[in-house]
């Protein structure tokens, strides 16, 4: 558990940061949604004849002035129901806790994470998109720049960079997907079910979490606060596992090309993307890859950490519902991502560097195998041979795909038939075609597959990010947008309560 809490230390640290900078926007933390389900209880009980109306909106002005004093500088802003409890009796005396009538701090602290957690998806949600539109833009413009790619750290075909972006796109589509299914499950409220099995109140639980912003309620009272509330916590930390993954993934892609002397893709310098080595003057070490993947290992560590936590525990322990780390989790995760979209706005791309690259390895060969299969019908293992056969020529004596002896091609032609015992003499690739075949720019332009990098599938798959990217804001802005009518819809009632207290 020391590095599952090293990551939560470091982690922390971000939330904090990110707290300190926040600007002056509402603390939407435990206190200030405690208060919320405090304040709807007054209005739903009052009008469901739970609280008696002429107690009501005394215990509301107390409740006000309370949660008033709580947003001056300093002020105590507790964070557990038997903490808040007492400030509230203070201000409106013991009557108040009339309104913890069919309540418990089980279902007010599932509600209270649920809250948070809920606006914390919506806050990563927003910083995925802004990474994903910019790797979408960067496609856009990279459509044309072709560069190598690489499996099993090898160079291994020439692909259209704007078409490795999409790719990356596609994998942080399915991040997106699985926020959104992970939202859906945590926009439930737990109120109203108290410990585990309910009350004999007839509280009105759905429009306790209409006030709330919620979706609806968690059906199943056990349920409520006993597993949701520890297994939630877990997907989350697989969520920001998985996109911590895919940044890993990207960083070190682009990492592995600082073991070159002429990469074709690197950092800008200076503005905190490299800086120099203190002893190497030659040396431009790429500390906002270092940074970004280290944060990446933090975002892991406490993900994984969440599964650790909620193990071999009975229902309704509290390891792993602590709101500081589950969040922290999330600040995490979009520090990364932050890190991610410096990375994508700092790359610069030398075409030219990334053709050289290509044209002096073999990562054209396949095609040869493939258009003898295709034009020529030869079995493609033969073909495959002597693509095998002439690259290891090549190799053997440093020739590049472009210098490559057109006699010494059909000689190599010749020998693979005779030991694959196919009938056959002549290469029937002309000269003309064996180097148009190790093209790199026109194997790209000319692939069929859908989904590949020819520029009529580019432009279909550009068009439907894009569109993917608008169903997502809009998604997000849905989302938001009830969640501060429901708030708002509270206050305006809360403040009629408060009318009958003058």
């Not at 209409?210 to 297994?231: P, R």
């Not at 180097?435 to 790199?440: G, V």
């Amino acid at each position: 558990m020391f590095g599952t809490r090293t990551a939560f230390a470091g982690l922390l640290a971000l939330a904090c940061a990110a707290s300190a900078n926040a600007q002056s926007a509402p603390k939407h933390d435990e206190f200030y949604w405690l208060g919320e389900i405090n304040k709807a209880s007054a209005v739903i009980n009052t009008d469901e004849g739970l609280l008696d109306p002429a107690l009501a909106p005394r215990i509301a002005a107390g409740l006000d002035s309370m949660l008033k004093a709580a947003e001056k500088p300093g002020a105590k802003r507790p964070t557990l129901v038997i903490t808040f409890e007492p400030l509230l009796i203070e201000a409106a005396g013991v009557e108040a806790t009339l309104l913890h009538a069919g309540r418990s701090s089980q279902d007010m602290l599932a509600t209270v994470r649920a809250a948070i957690m809920r606006d914390e998806l919506l806050r990563l949600d927003e910083r995925l998109r802004k990474v994903m539109a910019t790797m979408v833009r960067l496609a856009e413009k990279h459509v044309d720049t072709i560069v190598p790619n690489y499996t099993n750290g090898v160079a291994a075909q020439p692909n259209s960079y704007g078409h490795y972006l999409l790719g990356h796109v596609a994998g942080l589509d399915r991040d997106a997907q699985r926020l959104r299914e992970a939202f859906a499950r945590l926009d439930r409220s737990p109120m109203g079910t108290t410990v585990l099995n309910g009350t004999s109140w007839p509280l009105n639980r759905n429009r306790m979490a209409s006030y709330l912003g919620f979706a609806d309620t968690v059906d199943n009272a056990y349920d409520a606060a006993q597993i949701a509330a520890a297994e939630l916590p877990v997907e989350v930390g697989a969520l920001a596992t998985s996109i911590a993954l895919h940044a890993g993934a990207f960083v070190e892609d682009v990492m592995t090309q600082y073991a070159q002397p002429r990469p074709w893709i690197l950092l800008a310098e200076g503005d905190g993307n490299t800086y120099v080595s203190s002893a190497m003057p030659q040396k431009r070490n790429p500390g906002l890859l270092n940074s970004t993947r280290s944060q990446a290992s933090s975002v892991i560590t406490a993900g994984i950490g969440r599964v650790i936590q909620a193990h071999n525990i009975p229902p309704g322990m509290s390891d792993v519902k602590s709101v500081r780390d589950n969040a922290a989790v999330i600040t995490g995760t979009i520090a990364m991502l932050d890190g991610w979209d410096r990375i994508l706005n700092g790359l610069v791309i030398d075409p030219a560097r990334a053709l050289e690259e290509l044209n002096s390895d073999w990562t054209a060969s396949q095609e040869v195998a493939d258009v003898l299969m295709r034009t020529y019908k030869l079995p493609f293992r033969v073909g495959h041979h002597f693509a095998s056969e002439v690259v290891d020529y090549a190799k053997a004596n440093n020739i590049r795909p472009t210098d490559f002896p057109y006699a010494e091609a059909q000689r190599i032609y010749k020998v693979t038939l005779k030991e694959m015992n196919v009938t056959g003499s002549e290469l029937p690739l002309s000269e003309a075609e064996f180097r148009a075949t190790l093209d790199p720019v026109a194997i790209v332009r000319n692939r069929a597959t859908t989904g590949g990098p020819q520029p009529a599938e580019m432009a279909r798959m550009l068009g439907l990010a894009k569109q993917k990217l608008a169903q997502q804001e809009q998604w997000s802005k849905e989302r938001r947008g009830r969640i501060d009518s429901a708030l708002a819809a509270l206050d305006r009632d809360f403040g009629k309560l408060l009318e009958r207290a003058k």
